[in-house]
């Protein structure tokens, strides 16, 4: 047979491996695995007080694969943590988490809103903040007044004026997420409430890679319903349940 011929049988054998290589490497990578989240599109995440809940829930999304940059006043104080999270963990000052990030996560207390909206005015514009914030008069001042009387999510989205604002991991403390999380025999309820329906369903895939089930409670609006001294806040339980005690609050 001429070499010539046999080279095109080659090359077309080759092109055709390629072509069957192509949708089995999405298959193979489409397996549950640990490097399943790493193989998918991954969010980067500003992390926005990096304290008990902040460190918390950042390292399950650092462990799931997403890059998180924790941040604080004092990112040098961050050190341990992110050296104890590995390389898809950083620390860096609020505004760099901001520029860093397609998601930020808001764990700090409530009274650093209005700090947080002077100081970074027009950069909350697009971003979808999953705000895990909670309100506490003794703690706050006044503003814990504003988000009793106006609601705590519109609160919220009225100091990060042009954030896609989408209540999250605020029902239940650090403890709780840091052992409930993948917990075997039902997966525990995330309930979260906002008005944009892709940050909306941002938001409820990142409960999913923490290791929750998310339950879209309704609009910002209602997220009083799973603040402090709202019918749902600590209802812990799976979504079915989570479900059953929101038809009955």
Same mark, same amino acid.
């Given at each position: *047979?001429?070499?010539?011929?046999?080279?095109?049988?080659?090359? +077309?054998?080759?092109?055709?491996?390629? @072509?069957?290589?192509?949708?089995?490497?999405?298959?193979?990578?489409?397996?549950?695995?640990?490097? !399943?989240?790493?193989?998918?599109?991954?969010?980067?995440? =500003?992390?926005? =007080?990096?304290?008990?809940?902040? $460190?918390?829930? =950042?390292?399950?999304?650092?462990?799931?694969?997403?890059?998180?940059?924790?941040?604080?006043?004092?990112?040098?104080? @961050?050190?341990? @943590?992110?050296?104890? %999270?590995?390389?898809?963990?950083?620390?860096?000052?609020?505004?760099?988490?901001?520029?860093?990030?397609?998601?930020?996560?808001?764990?700090?207390? #409530?009274?650093?809103? &209005?700090?947080?909206?002077?100081?970074?005015?027009?950069?909350?514009?697009?971003?979808?903040?999953?705000?895990?914030?909670?309100? #506490?008069?003794?703690?706050?001042? &006044?503003?814990?007044?504003?988000?009793?009387?106006? $609601?705590?999510? %519109?609160?919220?989205?009225? #100091?990060?004026? =042009?954030? +896609?604002?989408?209540?999250?991991?605020?029902? *239940?403390?650090?403890?709780?997420?840091?052992?409930?999380?993948?917990?075997?025999?039902? %997966?525990?309820?995330?309930?979260?409430?906002?008005?944009?329906?892709?940050? @909306?369903?941002?938001?409820?895939?990142?409960? +999913?890679?923490?290791?929750?089930?998310?339950?879209?409670?309704?609009?910002?609006? !209602?997220?009083?319903?799973?603040?402090?001294?709202?019918?749902?806040?600590?209802?812990?339980?799976?979504?079915?349940?989570?479900? +059953?005690? *929101?038809?009955?609050?």
């Amino acid at each position: *047979m001429p070499a010539n011929v046999n080279r095109r049988r080659w090359l +077309r054998a080759g092109a055709a491996a390629l @072509l069957l290589a192509a949708p089995l490497a999405r298959a193979v990578r489409a397996q549950p695995g640990p490097a !399943s989240a790493r193989e998918a599109a991954a969010q980067r995440i =500003g992390v926005i =007080g990096s304290g008990r809940i902040g $460190g918390t829930v =950042g390292g399950l999304w650092v462990k799931a694969g997403h890059p998180v940059l924790f941040s604080s006043r004092h990112p040098e104080a @961050l050190k341990p @943590l992110v050296e104890e %999270l590995g390389t898809l963990a950083r620390a860096g000052t609020v505004a760099e988490a901001i520029a860093f990030s397609d998601v930020l996560f808001l764990a700090t207390p #409530y009274g650093a809103l &209005p700090q947080l909206s002077r100081d970074h005015a027009g950069a909350w514009q697009g971003k979808i903040v999953l705000d895990a914030t909670n309100a #506490y008069a003794h703690r706050d001042g &006044p503003i814990a007044d504003e988000a009793r009387r106006d $609601g705590i999510g %519109l609160t919220t989205a009225r #100091y990060l004026r =042009g954030a +896609r604002v989408v209540r999250a991991f605020n029902f *239940m403390g650090a403890a709780q997420f840091a052992s409930e999380h993948h917990r075997p025999g039902g %997966l525990v309820a995330v309930p979260i409430a906002g008005d944009d329906p892709a940050a @909306l369903q941002v938001a409820a895939q990142l409960v +999913r890679d923490a290791g929750f089930e998310p339950v879209v409670v309704g609009p910002l609006a !209602s997220a009083d319903r799973f603040a402090p001294g709202g019918p749902l806040f600590r209802q812990v339980g799976t979504a079915e349940e989570f479900r +059953r005690k *929101m038809g009955e609050r």
